[in-house]
């Protein structure tokens, strides 16, 4: 980028020499720019993940993001619920989801009167009728408060840095967001690009008709393979011998989920395909990344994207990681073996990409959505404190009767809890007599007498500006949005979590503020980087402006990080 600051000091020269050698460095600049920027967001991939095994990992994946490219080993998000939207929302934006708007993967939509799905659009169907109906809810629930069949980014309230790729360019650029979950591929195409998920209901990959009107025919075809089927009577194996894990001696943790025909213990069974279970297993597997790597070679191939000198947005977004975190734990050895199979998978995309538009010639940023914890049974095995805590448990009547009777509440008081916001019902909230900073505050005084809440935090007080400022309050002020947030902000202690993912138990729930939730990596590599590690804190929504940057674009219209100048000065 040294081109760019010589520019700058041709304007302010302003002789004809300046100005000659600004064209010239004009035309440097744009023969500087990759081909292809690749935005990988690794789901659940906590910060510590990715050197965990280099020793064991192979040629051309990890390793040559690692070896090769600007790593920031202390990168954190700066928002407080680290879910799968709201990491992958800010990733693409460069906002906080105060901003982008992307508060949790469900908030209550208090003008309708339901819990709302992030990306839900009823406006939007799926293009492949069914492919909604999934029926292993009860596994990956989540989407289970959808209440339309619909997918678009219309909940997102800001831009998109694929966005201002796409604004700068005449919409000549070709952006592209692929992922296993929905939500991470509709997230990183912006409100600009073109959008791909994996249905398990219909093992293929579909799209909207936000995006299209009927599926391109490359994408017709490459259902038609079935390569998901390929898996069919097949297991999920490890790699190499149990032995030379370090995890070897540890399968089957009786914390580890034990999910209904697939168990706990190598190799976990996909069945046939025919099993309602199938595609649901390929996902809580490597394959689920394999098949979104083929996938994408397919759109590149397809699409072309990469050939020209406009330059292109591709962002792939991996769910293995997140799945077989929230069953077996991160340390695991299903977790241990993924990472490998991962390494291996990324370096067949990076070698596909090499040889169709040049690794010098692309850009790739890699980060998480978010981390992840420890399952407390392994935590305990190292006398680390830490459990499962159940609200449900908790007698909150007499807590909530004094505060009805202190408030003069007649009817209902509290609406819903939707992770990690309690929600107060209309009716009291809509009432001029109520003090609600005097209400919530009486909630959260209650809220933590409980065992296992650490701290609640009043949003009324937030946006007036009258909690203590410290860095919790400040991850709980950049989840606070006015239109969708709840009335109280909950955190559990560290290391404590609802054993308890949207109704099905889990090994393992991402969703705190606490570092182990936030802490991410960042790498860029690509584009003849100079490698570097850089340990000095930096936060996610750093990524979009430095892309922008590095391109030139306009500043997507919510972003408040900063450029990475390790990356952009070299
Ligand atoms: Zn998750």
């Given at each position: ?79 407080a619920n ?15 989801p105060s901003v982008?708007g992307?508060i949790g993967?469900i908030w209550f939509d208090r003008s309708k009167g339901v819990t709302t ?38 909940s997102?309230l ?238 909150k009547q007499p807590a909530i009767d004094r505060i009805k009777t202190k408030f003069g509440v007649p009817g209902k008081l509290i609406e819903g809890y939707d992770h990690p916001y309690i929600y107060l019902s209309n009716e009291v909230i809509s009432n001029p007599e109520v003090d609600l900073l005097a209400l919530e505050q009486a909630i959260v005084d209650e809220l933590v007498r409980f065992?296992?809440v650490?701290t609640a935090v009043s949003s009324t007080a937030l946006a007036r500006g009258v909690v203590i400022d410290?860095?919790?309050t400040?991850?709980i002020t950049n989840n606070y949005n006015p239109k969708r947030s709840g009335n109280v902000y909950v955190v ?79």
């Open positions: 980028m040294k081109f760019r600051n010589e520019v700058t000091k041709g304007v302010f020269c302003g002789s004809f020499l300046a100005i000659a050698f600004l064209v010239m460095n004009a035309q440097a600049i744009a023969g500087d720019k990759p081909k292809l920027i690749l935005q990988i967001t690794v789901d659940q991939f906590r910060g510590d993940l990715p050197t965990r095994y280099y020793d064991r990992l192979g040629e051309g994946g990890l390793k040559y993001l690692l070896d090769k490219g600007v790593v920031y080993n202390n990168a954190h998000h700066a928002h680290t879910e799968t939207i709201v990491g992958h929302a800010t990733l693409a934006t460069g906002a906080h982008h992307m993967n799905y992030n990306i839900e659009d009823p406006n939007h169907k799926l293009l492949t009728e069914g492919a909604d109906i999934d029926d292993s809810t009860e596994i990956d629930p989540t989407q289970k408060a959808a209440s339309s069949d619909g997918r678009s980014p219309a997102f800001v831009t998109t840095f694929s966005d201002e790729l796409s604004s700068l360019t005449a919409g000549k650029a070709k952006v592209f967001g692929i992922s296993v979950k929905d939500r991470g591929a509709v997230s990183m195409a912006g409100h600009s690009g073109k959008a791909f998920w994996f249905s398990k209901a219909t093992s293929e990959f579909v799209t909207s008709s936000y995006y299209y009107n009927e599926y391109p025919k490359w994408v017709v075809d490459w259902n038609a393979k079935k390569l998901p089927a390929q898996y069919s009577g097949k297991s999920w194996e490890l790699l190499h011998p149990k032995d030379t894990y370090l995890f070897g001696d540890r399968d089957g943790q009786e914390w580890e989920f034990d999910l209904a025909g697939y168990g706990r213990i190598f190799p976990h069974k996909f069945d046939t395909s025919d099993n309602k279970y199938y595609s649901t297993y390929l996902t809580i597997s490597p394959a689920g990344d394999e098949l979104t790597v083929e996938f994408t070679k397919a759109a590149i191939e397809a699409e072309q994207i990469g050939s020209d000198d406009i330059t292109d947005f591709l962002g792939v977004s991996f769910s293995a990681t997140d799945y077989i975190g929230h069953f077996f734990g991160p340390s695991s050895l299903e977790s241990e073996d993924n990472i490998l199979r991962l390494d291996r998978t990324l370096a067949n995309l990076f070698t596909f990409i090499d040889e169709k538009i040049g690794l010098d010639n692309t850009l790739i940023v890699l980060s998480a959505d978010h981390g992840g914890p420890e399952a407390p049974g392994y935590l305990k095995s190292l006398g680390i404190p830490t459990g499962y805590i159940s609200p449900d448990s908790w007698d065992p296992g650490s410290n860095y919790l400040r991850a559990f202690d560290p290391g404590w979590f609802i054993n308890d993912l949207d109704g099905i138990s889990a090994a393992v729930v991402h969703g705190s503020p606490w570092p182990y939730d936030t802490f991410v990596p960042i790498i860029f590599a690509g584009h003849k980087l100079k490698p570097r590690t850089v340990s000095r804190k930096v936060h996610t929504v750093d990524v979009a402006l430095t892309l922008a940057n590095i391109m030139g674009t306009n500043s997507p219209s919510g972003a408040s990080g900063n450029v990475l100048f390790e990356v952009v000065e070299q």
